[in-house]
């Protein structure tokens, strides 16, 4: 009897814990991540595809490809979804040519002057893929390669790990950088990106995200309103590296405390916008390296849409999609020209290797380099 009893209760038991580990599993995988091919490389290796969704029915896709965001549906002001990135239908025409659509950025997100920077007396030579400069990592950046992916239970919302390790010496930059990256797609329609890297050698680190966005979803961007907290920007020679200073915006066509359309003085006779072609520079705000705080705000006021960006860094490159051209046809056959996007790349200041004056870029081994940056999404009626 005493035996049956034993069985009885341990019945019970497995009963119970296999409900509690049924719950358990169910909690873990239900994370609002789907999960499908988005075809291979050219070494053959499978890209995937993952479908980040909240609550709210905002939506990211995201490839392990480059850790490109391929599409990002947030509402209107109707409570209508729209995709707010430009970018392809499918992994091939990524891989054929992109000006960095919606990618991750390393090793150095903009630009190296002339390829070379000097670290504790050795002298780095890059890849010059932005003749005479180095742009964004180099010829095979991180916007290219294959990233791990994992799909995390985070509590704030459906998120993607993706997890990279850049061996030393990949694109000519110092020590094996173990970097990860999560998306994080939270509930109030923001899209989180958390960025950490170690390195076993000193090296230069600046990671970002290049997004371009166009909160109406169609057309060009000159009737988005900006505003960016920002005092100084970093004016540059005709080659886009920083000349060094750091200039007040006061009085510049470069103010934009108060918000103003993108396109209200773009074309204006200005030397740094002839550089640029439009805006195309590295704001620098008035903080401490680390603090997290609002860079900047963009509304577009035919569809309500609001984006506002955050991050620990301390510049942000606004750049106005000037290089788009008309020859590149994106997502539902959208050709994309001359200012059909732009772009919000919290960042350090480009060229900071050969800037002493600017924050150090310099990562160590036993530091941990961590970036911060916030896409938050909402409407203004
Ligand atoms: C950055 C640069 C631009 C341009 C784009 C990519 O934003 O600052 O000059 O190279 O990337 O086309």
Redesign the pocket.
């Known amino acids: 009897m005493g035996g049956l009893l034993k069985c009885a209760v341990n019945l019970l038991l497995c009963f119970f814990a296999a409900i509690l580990l049924g719950c358990a599993s169910a909690s873990r995988t239900h994370t609002n991540v789907a999960q499908q091919p988005f075809g291979k490389t050219k070494e053959g290796v499978d890209v995937f595809l993952f479908t980040l969704r909240n609550a709210h029915g905002a939506e990211a896709r995201i490839s392990n490809y480059g850790g490109i965001v391929v599409s990002l549906k947030v509402p209107d002001r109707n409570g209508k979804l729209g995709d707010v990135v430009l970018g392809y239908d499918n992994l091939d025409d990524y891989l054929k040519e992109t000006?960095?659509f919606g990618a991750l950025i390393g090793r150095y997100g903009?630009?190296i002057a002339r390829g070379h920077f000097t670290l504790d007396g050795h002298e780095y030579t890059l890849a010059t893929n932005?003749y005479p400069n180095a742009?964004?990592g180099g010829l095979k950046g991180f916007d290219k390669v294959v990233w791990q992916p994992l799909i995390l239970a985070s509590p704030d919302g459906p998120s993607l790990k993706l997890s990279y390790l850049s061996k030393d010496g990949e694109e000519g930059y110092p020590g094996n950088l173990s970097v990860t990256v999560i998306y994080t797609l939270l509930e109030d329609d923001a899209l989180r990106v958390d960025y950490t890297a170690t390195t076993d050698k000193d090296t230069v680190v600046n990671l970002t995200q290049?997004s371009y966005f166009n909160l109406a979803g169609k057309g060009d961007i000159l009737n988005h309103v900006v505003m960016m907290p920002a005092d100084k920007f970093t004016p540059v020679d005709s080659t886009?590296i920083p000349t060094g200073e750091l200039r007040p915006v006061e009085g510049t066509l470069f103010d934009f405390r108060k918000p103003t359309a993108i396109g209200a003085r773009i074309n204006q006779d200005d030397e740094q916008l002839k550089f640029?072609k439009g805006y195309?520079h590295n704001w620098v705000f008035n903080k401490q390296v680390g603090e997290f705080t609002q860079l900047a705000r963009v509304y577009e006021p035919g569809t309500g849409r609001v984006l506002e960006v955050f991050s620990t860094e301390p510049g942000l490159?606004f750049?106005s999609g000037n290089?788009l051209d008309g020859s590149l046809k994106g997502k539902g056959g959208w050709v994309y020209q001359f200012r059909n996007g732009f772009?919000m790349?919290p960042q350090h200041f480009p060229d900071s290797p050969n800037q002493p004056s600017f924050p150090s870029v310099v990562l160590k081994p036993g530091q941990t380099y961590k970036n911060l940056i916030v896409y938050k999404f909402s409407v203004q009626k």
């Open positions: 000006p960095y903009n630009r932005n742009l964004h290049h886009l640029g195309d490159q750049y290089f772009c790349e």
